[in-house]
Nanobody, 123 residues
């Protein structure tokens, strides 16, 4: 099982980044997916989630209207488009897989995790 996150980097405030998370070794289509982040000195927090079919998405209030989660089941990949980035978005971003469409906000329900990709937003 592997979740390979990529796309992080250094960007100025107001800029954009697109994160990708490529999955292998398990049934991607049968799993909802989520993005979480951990900022320095803080606990991991929910950012966005998407159900197995991709029909329903969820966002943290702090990113609503700026971030968009999507998935391509043919490519076994989930994306996080991040626009209008702010310095407070600086964190390591992790993707996770959950075998149900419920409770996507809660990290404890996820069974697989990627290694994380660092996003740094400068002011």
């Amino acid at each position: 099982v592997q979740l390979q996150a990529s796309g992080g980097g250094l960007v100025q405030a107001g800029g954009s980044l697109r994160l990708s998370c490529a999955a292998s070794g398990f049934g991607f289509r049968g799993n909802s997916m989520g993005w979480f982040r951990r900022a320095p000195g803080k606990e991991r927090e929910f950012v966005a989630g998407i159900t197995r079919s991709g029909d329903t998405t969820y966002y943290a209030d702090s990113v609503k209207g700026r971030f968009t989660i999507s998935r391509d089941n043919a490519k076994n990949t989930v994306y996080l488009q991040m626009n209008s980035l702010k310095p407070e978005d600086t964190a390591v971003y992790y993707c996770g897989a959950r075998s149900s469409d419920t409770n996507l906000h809660y990290s404890r329900y996820y069974r697989f995790w990627g290694q994380g990709t660092l996003v740094t937003v400068s002011s």
